[in-house]
């Protein structure tokens, strides 16, 4: 488990990534933009003068995964920026105070029990690679920031795994979700 | 469960408490200084010119406390600025690598059913009031900070406290744990 890695999306004019579609899923959506930068860096990086918006978050331990899910998750899991992945997509989401005040055993139940997050997010390993952000405590509009790479081949496979999770009992607690697609050139 | 809260503890000339005794349990410890600011923000504060040192967390969402305890703790848990809580304990924490590589039931199981972590607290209640601030996804050099305010006459209580958490197995985990010791005047 690595330290804590600090992850700033920057939309504007520039940047590895070309926006393809911004939708609001739930909730308002963001401003469009042409292009989206990932910033990696231990400090905030600027407000950029030109940025359409910029969404800043941390990955963390996991908060539910268990022992064997953990296990199951590395056997097949694959890093972020495979050549092959020129698709991505960025999903801000934002859940209600009343997920946040479940206690920790309920809202795994829900998160997995009732709504096989976990599970479904598998099915589609090692074709969708997934980096989560959490942003809650750092005070932004979303509380968590999922980034998804992935394959042309896998796009249909993407859209079947987002359209299983929104349809989960977890779904009910998110307020706000926008759902952001980006493509990039193949790496030489 | 209301938003996450921003806490700064800066330690330097001035402030609303006294710092009677700085003391490194484990790793080392921080400077010494006269006094201790406790500062809620939406933002960070500026770096003080005068600081001894300046530490921030965020609070939170439960982690590990499940409904029944969350009820237990609930019940006869009290806030912090009681009028007779005129002593203060600042702790913050880091734990291992190994700590954090571990699924959220290992570290479930450690914290509470081999440790006891959230029962020990609970029997200090209502007398000890306690806040913990999350700074491990802020980049500090703690995990987290915890924050104890009591009344003089529930001290040995509070030695008490900190004495059987240290004792756990969750305290093999602990790779720094500073002991910042404070008082107040008692408020009219």
Known sequence: MPQPLLV???AGTSGAWRVE??????GDSLTMAEALDVVESPNFP???????????G??????????TEVDALVAVQQGLGRPQATRAALIPIRKSD????LAQDERRAILEEQS?????????????????????????PFDFLTWFEYAPEHS?????????LRQTPEWCYVTREVDIRLTRHPRS
Chains 1, 2 share one sequence.
């Open 58 to 67: 941390v990955t963390s331990n996991t908060r539910y995964t268990s022992r």
């Open 21 to 26: 579609r911004i939708d609001a899923v739930v």
């Open 116 to 140: 096989r997050h976990i599970a479904i997010g598998l099915d589609y390993l090692p074709g969708i690679a997934r980096r989560l952000h959490h942003s809650r405590e750092l005070g932004g």
């Open 8 to 10: 700033t999306f920057i």
């Open 98 to 101: 009343a997920w946040w005040a």
């Open 46 to 56: 600027e407000r950029a003068n030109n940025a359409a918006w910029q969404l800043s």
């Open 156 to 164: 249909d496979a993407f859209e079947d795994l987002v359209l299983r």
